[in-house]
């Protein structure tokens, strides 16, 4: 096969020539590049800030525990043995689940805290709502630091004396053990140091538990308090609906004392790690996820039953869910990323059309002069294939300077395009410009020529629609995330996620062919008025109509760029709702467990204060224990005044719920209550038990509707305040609503130290701000941008393809009398229609394909909602998109009219001979 014969001055003369459209076509190939380089890196840049956001809100629940049970004490000679040296066992144990925890886990975990914890006592003071548990914490340092303000720390207990080993009897009195009490736990208890607090167990024993001080914690904000943050203040709803748990700290010295106050078994003790959010990755995520799981399938493999370690943790399932987040940011990602691409590759073709248009009379000569096809194209793929490298190139470069890599493979489609289309497009220009072919004489001959060019138009048309149909159906049917431990946040491009760019395109193609039926219709009606510029424009724009590479590129990207932004709008009100259920109202205040019974007073603060609407309050118990029929769940209990609260619901966009108008007057016999299960535990028309500490009866409650979603909990269960109090369970308000515009100042007003005050406003901000959001609003924004810009860059090379043709027929009009302003009016009537296609049906077709595909792109994961935010369409700016392109050929036709003012006459009567 022989070498093409190239000739370099013909490639340089073109290239000189035409730089203009080559400079272009290289611009939009490094910018597209820039952002198509750029994306995938930051994408994992912030898939790990997600992941450290994620356990950074879990808190607790990321923590990975070892439990471990005591070794008997039993004496040798009958009962047990007092161990004076049971602390050091149990930095023993630390030091062993540190050991055994693994190196892989040991780099991503903070140092471990022991903990031990007796039962749940009750106070017995006459506070039968109130509890007791003690607790010993001890790290790597010690435990955490306190100042003792009153009396000293636990010591051993009077009954040790001064041996080494005392042996406690079986059956005795309560064995004494000292503790100390935070300020707050003093305060709450009335006791100072040398009291003994009064206390049961659940088997009504007394138990012999004395002050030794009273402490204040150098740092409240010190890791190991969370372990046991009843120590440092009383904790509401531990142990049940209006239940305050209190706590002892224990000390070294007392530890063993506390061993011998309970039962063999009933001391526990725990190691927690805690994850160092800081040291997690993406990439590290999936395989630290393995770990754990591995880590909890060999929990209590060792040899004895006292020595086995039994580990526990949910940091698994937090890292699964920052995965699963992050793929599905990686897939909406992805499908803009392809929507930009695919515009550009359009817009690509149509500057390669104009090049090819202008190269037209230089390669039909070069080709009457003897030059061969595969010369000719061989010449036109070096020349495009140098802009296009060094484009891309450049854009590559820019993307590595701002982003902490750069992905080449997304930038391979536009090199690609931008490298091939001049020379398919020149040689196919050049092969018809020197064609043999003839035409038939026989008409039905050429009937058959015009029959197959159709069916091949046909079938071009009917495959792109089956992909679009094809990539749809893949959508909904798996999805477009990722999954499996080897997956990517920069998830390639694939059919399911080419969904919306297919189908934007295949039906933009459609209404193009519909086009020149349209304007011959208007050309039929314009032949019927009296307006010449009417005919003249109609008669242009059907003659014009039958270009579709440059309006498709147009209708293409006008779509897609509405597509970005309803996703834009979606996302943004899915947060917003997303705050509104998760706060409830403007404003809801957290009164501290202390501080619960001066929740009415809080309220009618805020109330009193100008602005506010609506005020609120409500007891909300976290994990309360509620039987349903035979199963024990943990749901949120909500008891509030219903008729308050629906008012309230009334007043905000939150969905009204009418099944709290049952619960305002309740029958006899069970108390009537709503309830939302995600699992489907608890349903309408189940008998429930609401437990009741010390023994009481248990409160009977009968689910007669479907409660609303109050904050982000999956399971609730809504009773109203008058029901409950009726069935003998008065309730404390810990919570209080707040509406109204004033909402913000009167809360930092009215509230103090005591409530912990959320604002909706801040919620929304914080989790707009969240990294894989803000991340997607940014990428749909910039989307929609480079689209808009894509689709005004393809009418104005579509419109410069045309113009030499078009102006030609307006100069030579004027020789007839028409005036230069009839001529612009004439060839916007030219450009008209394919605009206003794009501009009407480029919005609604990116509405119809949001609604098609947001919903297996699974918004509510970043939204951080319970299901997928409601379709929003931002019509304002969908109209602006249309405007623009309607703007845009208000610039496009004077432009080019000026700069074709100065031609003569004699050179457009000679223009084609």
Do not use: C
Not at 332 to 356: E, W
Not at 418 to 434: D, Q, S
Not at 882 to 911: S, Y
Request: glycine share 8%; no cysteine.
């Amino acid at each position: 096969m022989n070498r093409p014969a190239l000739h370099w001055p013909s490639i340089r003369g073109r290239a000189r020539a035409d730089a203009g459209p080559l400079l272009l076509a290289a611009a939009v190939v490094a910018a597209v590049a820039f952002l198509a380089g750029a994306v995938p890196p930051l994408l994992r840049t912030t898939a790990d800030d997600a992941v450290r956001d994620t356990v950074r809100r879990a808190g607790g629940d990321a923590d990975v525990l070892v439990h471990s049970r005591f070794e008997r004490d039993d004496g040798p000679s009958g009962g047990r043995l007092r161990a004076p040296l049971l602390a050091d066992d149990v930095d023993d144990f630390r030091d062993r689940a540190s050991f055994e925890l693994g190196a892989g886990l040991h780099a991503v975990l903070q140092p471990p805290v022991a903990v031990v914890t007796s039962p749940v006592l009750n106070v017995t003071d006459g506070s039968v709502l109130r509890t007791f548990q003690l607790a010993y914490l001890a790290a790597d340092g010690g435990g955490p630091a306190v100042t003792w303000i009153a009396g000293t720390a636990p010591g051993p207990a009077a009954a040790a004396g001064t041996d080494r080993f005392v042996v406690a009897p079986y059956v005795g009195p309560p064995w004494p053990v000292q503790v100390g009490l935070s300020e707050a736990d003093a305060a709450a208890l009335g006791l100072s140091p040398g009291d003994t607090i009064a206390l049961k167990d659940e088997h009504k024993q007394v138990k012999d538990v004395r002050v030794s001080g009273i402490f204040r914690p150098a740092d409240d904000a010190d890791p190991a308090w969370r372990l046991a943050p009843s120590v440092l203040h009383p904790v509401a709803g531990a142990d049940g609906v209006g239940t305050t748990r209190l706590g002892g700290l224990l000390s070294r010295d007392s530890l063993p004392d506390a061993r011998l106050a309970f039962d063999q078994d009933q001391l526990q003790r725990t190691v927690r790690f805690a994850p160092r959010p800081d040291a997690l990755t993406w990439s590290g995520a999936a395989t630290l996820a393995a770990t754990v799981v591995q880590l909890k399938a060999t929990s209590g493999a060792s040899s004895g039953p006292d020595e086995a370690l039994r580990w526990e943790s949910q940091l698994d399932t937090v890292l699964r869910d920052a995965r699963t987040q992050v793929n599905a940011a990686a897939a909406q990602a992805s499908v803009l990323l392809t929507g930009i691409v695919s515009a550009t590759v359009l817009v690509l073709l149509v500057a390669a059309d104009l090049l090819v248009r202008r190269h037209v009379p230089a390669i039909t000569a070069a080709r009457h002069r003897g030059a061969a096809l595969p010369d000719l194209g061989a010449e036109l793929f070096i020349e495009s294939t140098a802009a296009a490298l060094v484009a891309t190139a450049v854009g590559l470069a820019l993307a590595r300077a701002v982003a902490p890599g750069v992905s080449v493979l997304t930038a391979v489609p536009l090199a690609v395009a931008a490298a091939i289309a001049a020379p398919a497009f020149g040689t196919l220009a050049a092969a018809r410009a020197t064609t043999d072919r003839r035409t038939p004489a026989n008409r039905s001959a050429r009937r058959w020529t015009r029959r197959t060019r159709r069916l091949r138009r046909a079938a071009l048309d009917v495959a792109l629609l089956v992909a679009a149909a094809g990539a749809l159906v893949a959508l909904h049917q798996r999805g477009i995330a990722p999954t499996g431990a080897a997956s990517t946040p920069d998830a390639s491009a694939g059919l399911p996620t080419s969904a919306p760019a297919l189908g934007a395109v295949a039906v933009a193609l459609l209404l193009l062919r519909l086009l020149p039926a349209g304007t011959r219709l208007a050309l039929r009606q314009a032949m019927r008025s009296r307006r010449p510029l009417s005919v003249f424009g109609a008669a242009r724009a059907a003659a014009t109509a039958g270009r579709v590479l440059p309006p498709l590129a147009l209708v293409t990207a006008t779509a897609l760029a509405s597509f970005a932004l309803v996703l834009d709008a979606t996302a943004r009100q899915g947060v917003t709702d997303g705050s509104w259920r998760t706060v409830g109202a403007d404003a809801r205040l957290d009164v501290a467990p202390a501080a619960a019974a001066s929740t009415p007073t809080l309220a009618a603060r805020v109330a009193a204060a100008p602005g506010i609407d609506h005020v609120v309050v409500a007891q909300v118990t976290d994990r309360a224990r509620v039987i349903a029929d035979t199963v024990i769940t943990a749901p949120r209990l909500v008891v509030v005044d219903t008729a308050a609260f629906r008012r309230l619901l009334a007043a905000t966009p939150l969905p009204d719920v009418p099944a709290l108008d049952r619960l305002a007057d309740p029958a006899p016999g069970d108390v009537p209550a709503l309830v939302l299960s995600g699992d489907g535990t608890l349903q309408p028309g189940m008998h429930l038990q609401l437990p009741q500490p010390d023994g009481a009866p248990a409160i009977r409650l009968t689910a007669v509707g479907t409660a609303p979603a109050i904050g982000d909990a999956t399971d609730v269960v809504v009773v109203d305040t008058a029901g409950l109090a009726a069935a003998g369970l008065p309730t404390v308000p810990n919570t209080v609503w707040v509406t109204g515009v004033g909402t913000a100042r009167a809360v930092a007003t009215a509230g103090d130290a005591t409530a912990n005050v959320v604002l909706r406003a801040d919620v929304e901000r914080t989790r707009r701000a969240a990294p894989l959001t803000a991340g997607l609003l940014r990428l749909a924004r910039t989307a929609a941008a480079t689209l808009l810009a894509l689709g005004l860059l393809g009418l104005a090379l579509g419109a410069a393809a045309g113009a030499p043709q078009r102006w030609q027929t307006l100069t030579r009009l004027r020789t007839l009398g028409l005036r230069p302003r009839d001529a612009r009016w004439i060839a916007a009537g030219e450009l008209l229609p394919a605009v206003l296609l794009a501009a009407v049906g480029g919005p609604l077709l990116g509405a119809a394909l949001a609604r098609l595909t947001l919903g297996p792109l699974e918004m509510r994961l970043l939204t951080r909602q319970a299901v997928d935010p409601a379709l929003a369409l931002p019509w304002g700016w969908l109209a602006l998109l249309g405007a623009a392109l309607l703007a845009a050929v208000a610039v496009v036709v004077p432009a080019e009219a000026a700069l074709r003012r100065r031609r003569q006459l004699g050179e457009v009567l000679r223009a084609g001979e």
